[in-house]
């Protein structure tokens, strides 16, 4: 099982980036695909979640509005578009792939938003 995230960078404040998460090794259209986030001396944060079909979306409070999952299981890829990012927004980015009891992680994708 492999989730490779990308995407990440540093953008100024109010910009927009778009995160990708590929997975390979297992049936992606079976998983619901989350987003987490972790800043500096933080814990690991909730960002947004996607169902296996893509017909329900969750988010982290902090989101509000700004934030939007997709996924496409014929490319085997899920997708974070950030927009009006904010300082706080900066950290390490992780997808992560859950089904039942299992859940798999990528290696994080890294953003700054930053003047």
């Known amino acids: 099982v492999q989730l490779a995230e990308s995407g990440g960078g540093l953008v100024q404040p109010g910009g927009s980036l778009r995160l990708s998460c590929v997975g390979s090794g297992f049936t992606f259209s079976s998983y619901v695909m989350n987003w987490y986030r972790q800043a500096p001396g933080k814990e690991r944060e909730f960002v947004a979640r996607?169902?296996?079909?893509?017909?329900?979306?969750t988010y982290g409070d902090f989101v509000e509005g700004r934030f939007t999952i997709s996924r496409d299981n014929a490319k085997n890829t899920a997708w974070l578009q950030m927009n009006s990012l904010k300082p706080e927004d900066s950290g390490v980015y992780y997808c992560?792939?859950?089904?039942?009891?299992?859940?798999?992680w990528g290696q994080g994708t890294q953003v700054t938003v930053s003047p």
């Open positions: 992560s792939a859950e089904w039942r009891w299992q859940e798999h």
């Open positions: 996607i169902t296996s079909s893509g017909g329900t979306t």
